[in-house]
């Protein structure tokens, strides 16, 4: 069993920065993929960002590419998640995942532990 934590969302206006964070517990936390996905009101939830258990290899929505960047620090068992030029069409609760797996997959079916969310809320 993993618990996964989030933390770092708010508000903030379009064109800033947040870094959400991600504790894991539980199971060895370097055996797991992790990934970043978002879920707006009405919207499907949507793979954001990936980092196989390795931490070497990273996979990235086009919608967010060049702006978020996604590591690990395997000594505080924590992902993070940095979001930089925010703009509106990110707002969306951001949920952190683990998968059972050395590759980090795009479809949160493929993913088998989640946190609980985290609101990110980007200003006009």
């Known amino acids: 069993q993993v618990q996964l934590v989030e933390s770092g969302g708010g508000l903030v206006q379009a064109g800033g920065s947040l870094r959400l964070s991600c504790a894991a517990s539980?199971?060895?936390?370097?055996?797991?993929?992790m990934g970043w996905f978002r879920q707006a009101p009405g919207k499907e939830r949507e793979f954001v960002a990936g980092?196989?258990?390795?931490?070497?290899?990273?996979n990235y929505a086009d919608s967010v590419k060049g702006r978020f960047t996604i590591s690990e620090d395997n000594a505080k068992n924590t992902v993070y998640l940095q979001m930089n030029s925010l703009k509106p069409d990110d707002t969306a609760v951001y949920y952190c995942?683990?998968?059972?797996?050395?590759?980090?997959?795009?479809?949160?079916?493929?993913?088998?532990?989640w946190g609980q969310g985290t609101q990110v809320t980007v200003s006009s």
């Open positions: 980092i196989s258990a390795s931490s070497t290899t990273t």
């Open positions: 995942a683990a998968r059972l797996s050395y590759w980090p997959g795009v479809r949160a079916r493929e993913y088998d532990y």
């Open positions: 539980g199971r060895t936390f370097s055996s797991y993929a």
